[in-house]
């Protein structure tokens, strides 16, 4: 009983959900205003996660400054599949009305391709490397700073979104898009903008992800597929194209994981996500947090 | 002579195989209320989607105000001055009131001033004031009408289009509707209205089309066509 109402498990918990709420947040915008299943999302997470590596490796460059260069590396290849692959099938109506179903087998054959260079460029030798992971003790909570930084810059990236879309006009007009496309083009809304400023965030936002977990985690050219799965368990608990319900799903997965594991063991872990996301599959298909509104 | 608002010449579209419009033409002229009226499968909605630029046309030109906006984006359509106040209404379902109505505003041309006219809105609409902070999702179908409409003038604009405004209203929403485009048409706007309420439609309309099959079958002054033997046969059931 004592570990559970410990800060140190609570701290556990809002680390690991607060990333998983980031990693899903780019995953639920691409989905939302695009209708693009991107089962490639946990491969950008890896490329952030190399890019960290290889910059600390090589050019002694920290993961701080990693983040801004994973991010705009990752925007970049947001606007190549963009530009180059979905533009066009967009803008056919009858192209259009295929591109999910489609979507998630064209990122199917961008998610071994980008898995395979990397094993090819990188070898599949798991990496790592040490930032900021002296123990700090506050308040009777051991925990390291690279953790600290995770928890820090996840939640505010997540915030920051949640703000620029309640507050910023462009942030209007994607959630006008997410609501209702149609609509969104009727009102004025510059469609083939939002999407391509969505998909270039998307991805960064997961680039962002990939080096934040690469400051503890091991890095191989395969560690992506777990969170893509994550991150799709997530948008579904918080209601798909529900940004800020994703937001706080991320953070509900991650407490029900952390506590669920402290109250049972470490190999109930899968069980307890599968099981949570399962639960709400069940009893609210359409998410925790969406409320029923649709005319 | 006036110079035509819009002018829409030889204009034809598809959906996939399906050819919709055959070489539709016809004017709105400045200050007037047209009317397109015809059966269900005519091409009215068509014509309204390929104007708004929903729809992009497989042949034909479209003019407004002089530009040729044929291929145009549908936003820079919104923010020179043309905008359509879709069928179904099509309102932001999970946001209020408020923020359906300051989302019209979103083309750079209406931003400047959005509050003047958000103002002007209520004042037309004092029951979408009242309900400001509803979710739009919940309200009635009349209510939803009037605040697609209410959308629209967010833009600013000089030609309104409506498509089939009166879908699905109740009798005495339906009477509202048509109560307001003459308002609209008395403030200085240009309206363009497809409608299947073929006989008050006319009664309102400077200028009427009767559309069949994607063609234009007839056009004429609203009094002419309520007046010519084959739209009373099949539209108006006498």
Partial sequence: ?295 | MTVPMLSVSSLRAAYGPVQVLFEVNFDVLPGSVTTLIGANGAGKTTIMKSLAGLVSPTAGEIRFEGEYITHTASHDRVNAGLCLIPEGRLVFPGMTVEQNLRLGAIAPAARAGHSEMLAEVFRRFPRLEQRRNQQAGLMSGGEQQMLALGRGLMARPRLILMDEPTLGLAPVMVKQVFETIEELRAAGFTILLAEQNAKVALELADRAYLLENGRVALAGSGAELLDSPEVRRAYLGM
Avoid at chain 1, 98 to 107: C, D, K, Y
Avoid at chain 1, 153 to 167: E, S
Avoid at chain 1, 264 to 270: A, D, L, M
Wanted: with cysteine; aromatic share 10%; net charge positive.
């Fill in chain 1, 1 to 295: 009983m004592d570990t559970l109402m410990s800060g140190q498990l609570l701290f556990a918990a809002l680390v690991s959900g607060s990333l998983y709420a980031l990693v899903a947040l780019g995953l639920n915008l691409v989905y939302g205003t695009l209708r693009l299943l991107n089962i490639a999302h946990g491969d950008l997470v890896m490329i952030g996660a190399y890019t960290a590596f290889w910059m600390i490796s090589l050019f002694a460059i920290p993961p701080i400054i990693s983040l801004v260069l994973a991010a705009a590396l990752c925007a970049l290849l947001g606007w190549a599949v963009y530009a180059g692959l979905f533009r066009r099938m967009l803008a056919k109506p009858e192209l259009a009305k295929r591109v999910e179903a489609n979507s998630l087998i064209l990122f199917y054959g961008i998610s071994v391709i980008l898995q395979n260079l990397a094993a090819l460029a990188f070898t599949s030798t798991s990496r790592g490397y040490q930032y900021l992971d002296t123990v700090i003790t506050w308040q009777g909570i051991s925990m390291t700073g690279n953790r600290l930084l995770s928890l820090g810059v996840a939640t505010a990236v997540c915030f920051g979104a949640l703000l620029f879309l309640r507050f910023h006009l462009f942030g209007w007009g994607l959630r006008a898009v997410i609501q209702r496309r149609e609509a969104a083009q009727v009102v004025g809304v510059n469609l083939n903008r939002v999407q391509l400023l969505t998909i270039c965030g998307g991805f960064a936002v997961a680039g962002v992800a990939g080096v934040l977990v690469s400051m503890t985690e091991q890095i191989t050219p395969f560690m992506g597929f777990p969170f893509t799965i994550v991150a799709f368990v997530v948008i579904i608990i918080g209601g798909l194209g529900n940004i800020g319900a994703g937001i706080l799903a991320g953070f509900c997965l991650g407490l029900v994981e952390t506590y669920g594991i402290a109250l049972t063991s470490p190999g109930y872990r899968s069980i307890l996500i599968y099981g949570l996301f399962v639960g709400v599959l069940l009893v609210r298909p359409e998410g925790i947090f969406t409320k029923a509104v649709r005319s």
